[in-house]
T-cell receptor
């Protein structure tokens, strides 16, 4: 499944499928980006980060892609699990961390 | 637990009352941030400290809001004469905060404020 960030704030995928969450950032001068996961009643939790001199970075089951030309960031989650259900935020660092509105990921068993 | 801790977790108050929240950052972290989050939205930046110095304040931070970090360790956020529009989750975060370095923020679980 794939979301378009602010235009589709909810993404529903089947357990085991791959998820793609997209984010458009605002400032071409931003040089550091983070994806956070927020579960209900908790603060945001760091998932993965990427600096502007990179196009791709991989973590455990997660990959972040950065396209500076169109100011676009995506988070790919492989083999999505029920525990991945949460709201995902991209954040860009200008002088401080600024967050997008988020995408709610729901994983169906 | 060596993460960011916030107290209280929940606060219910009547309009017009003052409230104060506390944040204890990760001990070696120099930077401390306050954010506000309303339902369905991402966290909105309020202010941040480098050690005890408050370096930036958002225009969201009206004169009813004041934040302190007197010894460069824990921080307090006070809201005076609360209004119903102040109802939100108040999040604290910290980072190592070396200047000109981009660093990830570690968040606490937040204080949920409800103004009746």
């Amino acid at each position: 499944g794939e979301s378009v960030g602010l235009h589709l704030p909810t993404l529903s995928v089947q357990e085991g499928d791959n998820s793609i969450i997209n984010c458009a950032y605002s400032n071409s001068a931003s040089d550091y980006f983070i994806w956070y996961k927020q579960e209900s009643g908790k603060g945001p939790q760091f998932i993965i980060d990427i600096r502007s001199n990179m196009d791709k970075r991989q973590g455990q089951r997660v990959t972040v892609l950065l396209n500076k030309t169109v100011k676009h960031l995506s988070l790919q989650i492989a083999a999505t699990q029920p525990g991945d259900s949460a709201v995902y935020f991209c954040a860009e660092n200008i002088r401080d961390m600024r967050f997008g509105a988020g995408t709610r990921l729901t994983v169906k068993p | 637990d060596t993460g960011v801790s916030q107290d209280p977790r929940h606060k219910i108050t009547k309009r017009g009352q003052n409230v104060t929240f506390r944040c204890d950052p990760i001990s070696e972290h120099n930077r401390l941030y306050w954010y506000r989050q309303t339902l369905g939205q991402g966290p909105e930046f309020l202010t941040y400290f480098q050690n005890e110095a408050q370096l930036e304040k958002s225009r969201l931070l009206s004169d009813r809001f004041s934040a302190e970090r007197p010894k460069g360790s824990f921080s307090t956020l006070e809201i005076q004469r609360t209004e119903q529009g102040d109802s939100a989750m108040y999040l604290c975060a910290s980072s190592l905060g070396a200047p000109s370095e981009n660093e990830k923020l570690f968040f606490g679980s937040g204080t949920q404020l409800s103004v009746l």
